[in-house]
């Protein structure tokens, strides 16, 4: 009796999930989605140009967070994420190579900030 109970709880669970998700708007429904994107990642790949030259690479980042005001809540004009810093630019994340913070404007000021790998 008790081997039969526990898939039909995960059954009925499940479902029950899936009839919340479909209710939900499709803004939540977009929350939902990058939150298990971050829970999971992606492993991508930041490139940053000056005209048409790679100057930085930043390789095996786990996501890109829109940043936000202590507090408020209220979505800060920049990006941030945690990478690889490509020091080589080669595209392969060598020995030596560490992983590092930055971050990137939303504004037509082009910047990257990030943090020094040594």
């Not at 030259?53 to 930043?58: G, H, M, Q, T």
């Not at 630019?89 to 000021?109: I, M, P, Q, R």
């Amino acid at each position: 009796m008790q081997h039969t109970l526990k898939p039909r709880l995960i059954l009925v669970s499940l479902f029950a999930s899936l009839l919340v998700l479909a209710g939900c708007t499709q803004e939540s429904q977009n929350k939902i989605g990058r939150a298990v994107q971050n829970w999971t990642g992606t492993n991508g790949i930041l490139e940053v140009y000056a005209g048409e030259k790679l100057v930085k690479r930043f390789l095996e980042i786990d996501k890109l967070t829109t940043a936000s005001g202590t507090g408020t809540g209220e979505s800060r004009p920049y990006r941030f994420g945690y990478g690889t810093l490509d020091a080589n630019l080669n595209g392969e994340a060598d020995s030596g190579e560490k992983k590092v913070y930055f971050e990137f404007s939303d504004y037509s000021t082009s910047y990257v900030f990030y943090g020094d790998p040594d």
